[in-house]
T-cell receptor
Framework: KAGVTQTPRYLIKTRGQQVTLSCSPISGHRSVSWYQQTPGQGLQFLFEYFSETQRNKGNFPGRFSGRQFSNSRSEMNVSTLELGDSALYLC??????????????FGPGTRLTVL | QQPVQSPQAVILREGEDAVINCSSSKALYSVHWYRQKHGEAPVFLMILLKGGEQKGHEKISASFNEKKQQSSLYLTASQLSYSGTYFCGTERAGGTSYGKLTFGQGTILTVHP
């Protein structure tokens, strides 16, 4: 089975711009969770989608949004980028609902740099 | 609330053992352990569920003390490939945290020849 894929792998943007990141889960997985990873804050939960519905949301401003399509692929969008948004954005998929009793498989991440 | 991992870093020689701990102040449903190497995605190691069920790699062992809301990851006879940052992710029992993982700050493990 192919693993979780994320595109693009690297992205450079300037402050004020917006960005869209994409995640394709493992075939058959219906749940996609997004995380932001920075050296200072570690791995922080952004949101989780299951069957096109956002089920959980972390403590991030409204500039961070996401959606999931009927084929389980997910996108996250960050509007009005700030320098502090520079991070590795990871998505993870699972066959169940989020991490409930099941393995979450992580993708390679998208490295976002905001200048 | 973020779980607390200890130690923050550990240095071993090949063949030595290590224990990494993860502690939460909240009642937990499950604890997930991952290892991440520099520049790579976190890789799943183990899940420990409330009630005693475990799923994970054969060569990895861990425990979950439900009374103390603590989990420990045991790395025995360490190999160079064990080097990396170990994260525990905790899922709270009940409420709106169903399926949501909160990760600790990580433990950096370095194994030398």
């Amino acid at each position: 089975k192919a693993g979780v894929t994320q595109t693009p792998r690297y992205l450079i943007k300037t402050r004020g711009q917006q960005v869209t990141l994409s995640c394709s889960p493992i075939s058959g997985h219906r749940s996609v969770s997004w995380y932001q990873q920075t050296p200072g804050q570690g791995l922080q939960f952004l949101f989780e989608y299951f069957s096109e519905t956002q089920r959980n949301k972390g403590n991030f401003p409204g500039r961070f949004s996401g959606r999931q399509f009927s084929n389980s692929r997910s996108e996250m969008n960050v509007s009005t980028l700030e320098l502090g948004d520079s991070a590795l954005y990871l998505c993870a998929s699972s066959s169940g609902v989020g991490a409930r009793g099941d393995t979450q498989y992580f993708g390679p991440g998208t490295r976002l740099t905001v200048l | 609330q973020q779980p607390v991992q200890s130690p923050q870093a550990v240095i071993l020689r090949e063949g030595e053992d290590a224990v990494i701990n993860c502690s939460s102040s909240k009642a937990l449903y499950s604890v997930h352990w991952y290892r991440q190497k520099h520049g790579e995605a976190p890789v799943f190691l183990m899940i420990l569920l409330k009630g005693g069920e475990q799923k994970g790699h054969e060569k990895i062992s861990a425990s979950f003390n439900e009374k103390k809301q603590q989990s420990s990851l045991y790395l025995t006879a360490s190999q160079l490939s064990y080097s990396g940052t170990y994260f525990c992710g905790t899922e709270r029992a009940g409420g709106t945290s169903y399926g949501k993982l909160t990760f600790g700050q990580g433990t950096i493990l370095t194994v030398h020849p």
